[in-house]
């Protein structure tokens, strides 16, 4: 993974997006990039309130500017230098377009449960992490410090490379272990979980068909962690739901961050590892890196 040269924090007020600033500082300070905090006001609430102040946009726009800076002087983001923009639309479209705007190379954004769901992100976030063209870091609220224990999920595609190798930028800088996961599903179990929806049932296990996924997994690692200077491990399991499969080992090792490759390879094993990533990031107790391939366009709505 390259140096990351510019970070977009998105910021909605809420302890969540407060952590998740912490963070963005925190990754800012040690690749020496420049950051933005952004907070996007919905244009409905900028019109209300133009008639019920009797202002005008600009002062609207100054004054949570003004709130905006204040935020982040009071989030204890240490010796970085934050900037701070206030944008007025969709908050969607307006992200996409600060990132566009800046270059950036990472959106960082919080995470926002409830009470009856405390691992599910907004949807704001969650359509990023779909089709925001940067890669998104969700950080969860109860994060603390540096990463200690990191997990991606391997399939063998590029974008699975690409992710491996941000996991081991981050592993490198805060002195983190890595695991590297893939699951596999044989014919039987793919046709009980097509497209990843079936509930988790108990795997029937192949240890010829485990350790040939094995040797795969060590030779796709070998180029990649070879120098890595990084405590790496490779695990294969055979499981027939991949999303409980990842899940359960992320609660295994009680992992602080999950990277994973948003899009997987070509045809139907694409449409499968977009629908696992997207309910992993969903359920995951951690943060969250989505690490987009290369080239990546923005899908319409």
């Known amino acids: 993974m390259k140096k990351i040269h510019h970070i977009i924090a ?26 933005t905090a952004v907070h996007v006001m919905d244009e409905f609430l900028v019109h209300e309130l133009k008639g019920a102040l009797s202002t005008d946009q600009a002062t609207i726009r100054a004054e949570w500017l003004d ?33 566009r705007a800046h270059s950036a190379d990472l959106l960082v954004m919080g995470a926002k449960g409830s009470t009856n769901e405390p691992h599910r992100i907004g949807v704001i976030a969650a359509k990023c992490v779909r089709k925001a063209p940067v890669d998104v870091l969700v950080v969860r609220e109860d994060a603390q410090g540096p990463f200690k224990k990191i997990v991606t999920c391997v399939d063998f595609s590029e974008n699975s490379a690409k992710a491996v190798q941000c996991a081991l930028h981050l592993a490198q800088q805060d002195g983190a272990s890595l695991d590297c996961l893939h699951v596999f599903q ?22 010829e068909a485990v350790a040939n996924w094995r ?10 962690t070879r120098e890595a200077g990084v405590e790496v491990a490779a695990h294969v399991k055979e499981r027939v739901n991949i999303r409980e499969a990842i899940l359960d080992h992320v609660n295994e090792v009680h992992a602080s961050l999950v990277v994973l490759g948003t899009r997987g390879k070509t045809g139907l094993r694409e449409f499968l590892i977009g629908t696992t990533a997207e309910k992993i990031v969903q359920h995951a107790p951690c943060s969250i890196l989505a690490v987009k391939p290369d080239g990546f366009v923005m899908s319409p709505d």
Do not use: H, Q, W
């Open 67 to 99: 709130r905006l800076k204040k935020f982040v002087a009071e989030s204890e983001v240490g010796s970085a230098v934050v900037n701070a923009e206030v944008r007025i639309g969709n908050p969607f479209a307006e992200l996409v377009e600060a990132c």
């Open 10 to 35: 998105a910021i909605d007020f809420t302890s969540s997006c407060r952590n998740a600033l912490r963070e963005a500082a925190r990754r800012s300070s040690l690749d020496g990039a420049a950051i």
């Open 215 to 224: 040797r795969d997994l060590d030779a796709f690692l070998a180029p990649l």
């Open 186 to 207: 044989s014919a039987l179990a793919m046709s009980l979980d097509y497209g990843g929806f079936a509930p988790s049932l108990p795997a029937t296990y192949d240890p």
